[in-house]
């Protein structure tokens, strides 16, 4: 596609349900990036995907949280067993190189009741 | 640690100009970001600095210094559009790894 592109926009659900975010990066981008983002915070860095491996999964704030990514391009971040703190903007951003400028998407904005 | 300091919030006129200033302190130093933010929107890219000096692309222009781990954006003849978050975000030593600052939200009045 032209741009990142992001699914759910919106999730709404339940403490201690399961959620799945996806993000489908630009076409050709091998790196892969997920993000989260509270109000008034910076972003915080979840994981970052080299082609189909994870090289560093060190943000991921607990073992609630996974992500996978598959033939090199659409990417699925997983919560299990939400909690409130789960609540925020999960952003994706992709980039042709590791150095190069990220490209986002536009978020999942997830609440957790 | 690594810390990235800018202003929460900031406000100017419309026709104006305004300066959004960042500084930080991180492990390493290999490049700054300036991103821009629209309320609901994704992150744009603005501009990269990894020299010291003024980077200029239009309207927008960005400054570096690294011996003061300082940096500012500096945007001429406000529009309204400009109504947005500014990030600023530091590539540390690893290839891709950055450090967010929580942005500055910049509020233009007519």
């Known amino acids: 596609g032209a741009g990142v592109s992001q699914s759910p926009s919106n999730k709404v659900t339940e403490k201690g349900k399961d959620v799945e975010l996806r993000c489908d990066p630009i076409?050709?981008?091998?790196?892969l990036y997920w993000y989260r983002q509270s109000l008034g915070q910076g972003l915080e860095f979840l994981i970052y995907?080299?082609?189909?491996?994870?090289?560093?999964k060190s943000g991921l704030p607990s073992d609630r949280f996974s992500a996978e990514r598959t033939g090199g391009s659409v990417s699925t971040l997983t919560i299990q067993r939400t909690q409130q703190e789960d609540s925020a903007v999960y952003l994706c951003?992709?980039?042709?190189?590791?150095?190069?400028?990220?490209?986002f998407g536009e978020g999942s904005r997830l609440t957790v009741l | 640690g690594q810390n990235i300091d800018q202003p929460t919030e900031m406000t100017a006129t419309e026709g104006a100009i305004v300066q959004i200033n960042c500084t930080y302190q991180?492990?390493?130093?290999?490049?700054l970001f300036w991103y821009q933010q629209h309320a609901g929107e994704a992150p744009t890219f603005l501009s990269y600095?990894?020299l010291d000096g003024l980077e200029e692309k239009g309207r927008f222009s960005s400054f570096l210094s690294r011996s003061k781990g300082y940096s500012y954006l500096l945007l001429k003849e406000l529009q309204m559009k400009d109504s947005a978050s500014y990030l600023c975000?530091?590539?540390?030593?690893?290839?891709?790894?950055?450090?967010w600052g929580a942005g500055t939200k910049l509020i233009i009045k007519p």
């Open positions: 076409s050709g981008h091998t790196a």
């Open positions: 995907f080299q082609g189909n491996s994870a090289p560093d």
């Open positions: 951003a992709s980039s042709l190189s590791v150095t190069g400028e990220l490209f």
């Open positions: 991180t492990s390493g130093f290999n490049g």
């Open positions: 600095n990894v």
């Open positions: 975000a530091v590539k540390v030593d690893s290839n891709y790894q950055l450090i």
